[in-house]
């Protein structure tokens, strides 16, 4: 697309949102601001780069085979490189505990250490990208069906200590980056078919949790996050909603929650407004759930939308963290990376560019055709000639053009990859 017509058209719907009082300079500025944190685990499947064998376990479970996947830590990079120089802003990388440098040692994960990512801290930092982190429950001989909620001491004890050794390697990335480093808690525990402990195992699960959090850190953030089921857990999740809930309330610790963590029929935009209330800050993993946690890739849909409405509605773009979490291995990964990223991004932009004064203006005074009218108008607003403004000031490909980058990097690298 020509440059003088992506600019000849963002000046018509500037002018456009001017007759409605909306700056879009000033959206431009604020969705330069939001950084989402990209998940590592998209460009391999969840392999990482552990030497202890096996395969997916603990309710996890990536469906396709397309060629080309990264097979190695410096394809990765390569591949999440690639990936950024296709998705217009700054944004941050987050890792999982079996994405560590191990080289042909076999590093058990109760042993990991910061040494072993300090090779990421370093690549970020070349990179001016700042490093988010997760503890790994799941593919691991001690992972079953109970980790942290585990009634053997011994297995529970060795989930403790991973949990808290990938604390501290959030805290010393948090330390590097000047900035801190959001740590992650999911784990998989849970029951296939009916459970008369749930009690038991929530009590469990709650003072391992307890155990893990002992130590405090400046320059690391504790997340805790929530789901409904796993492949293999269907009746009984120890970690549900509910229980996170309490005891992120409790504790003062962030919620997570998943969009793929729910009910089919649930709102988690609905949630948002809801955790603020009592919670400092919440963290989302964004990805798109076909009839249950298939972790499909985000596309711009009423969901992920409305998600993003909510965040501008609460005013809440600096107390809530945007990460994704996907992993389609049926299509090209790099490409997959692109498109979630951006869709997210436009569902963004079209919140920063509501009517929202107007809109609660109609809604205080009880006019509600009004309020409903003006909610249908703003969708057919011309919010992607800004969006399309946004990616050429960022120097990325503006509209489909990002597919060829897809295909040529493909062509060039990923297809030679056996």
Known sequence: MK????????????????????????????????????????????????????????GIQTTGNYPGKARNIDELRADILKATSLIPGKHRLNLHAIYGEFGNETVDRDRIEPRHFQGWIEWAKDNDMKLDFNSTSFSHPKSGDL??????????????????????????????????????????????????????????????????????????????????????????????????????????????????????????????????????????????PVRWDSDHVTILNDDTLELCKEIVR???????????????????????????????????????????????SHEAAGQGFERLALLEESKSLPWNAVWDEFCLRNDVPVGEAFIADVQQYEHDVTSKRQ
């Open 147 to 288: 980790s942290l909620a585990n009634p053997d001491p011994a297995i529970r004890d060795f989930w403790v200590e991973h949990t808290r050794r990938c604390r501290a390697i959030a805290e010393e990335m948090g330390r590097a980056q000047g900035d801190p480093s959001i740590m992650n808690v999911w784990v998989h525990d849970g029951s296939k078919d009916l459970t008369v402990n749930r009690m038991k195992y929530r009590e469990l699960l709650c003072d391992s949790l307890d155990r893990i959090f002992e130590t405090k850190y400046t320059h690391m953030k504790d997340c805790i996050e929530s789901k409904v089921f796993g492949i293999g857990l269907e009746s009984y999740t120890v970690g549900s909603n509910d229980f996170y809930i309490g005891y992120g309330v409790s504790r003062r610790k962030i919620v997570t929650l998943d969009t793929g963590h729910f009910h089919p029929t649930e709102s988690v935009a609905d949630k948002i407004s809801s955790l603020l209330l009592f919670l400092p800050e919440v963290m989302l993993h964004v990805s798109r």
């Open 314 to 360: 609460c005013n809440a773009l600096d107390r809530v963290h945007i990460g994704l979490d996907y992993f389609d291995a049926s299509i090209n990964r790099i490409g997959a990376y692109v498109i979630g990223s951006r869709a997210t991004q436009k569902a963004l932009m079209q919140a920063l560019l509501e009517p929202l004064a107007q809109l609660r």
């Open 3 to 58: 440059t003088e017509l992506i600019e000849k058209a963002y000046a018509i719907a500037r002018e456009r949102y001017a007759e409605i009082g909306l700056d879009t300079e000033k959206a431009l500025d604020t969705l330069q601001r939001i950084p989402l944190s990209l998940h590592c685990w998209q460009a391999d499947d969840v392999t990482g780069f552990e030497h202890l064998g096996g395969s997916l376990t603990g």
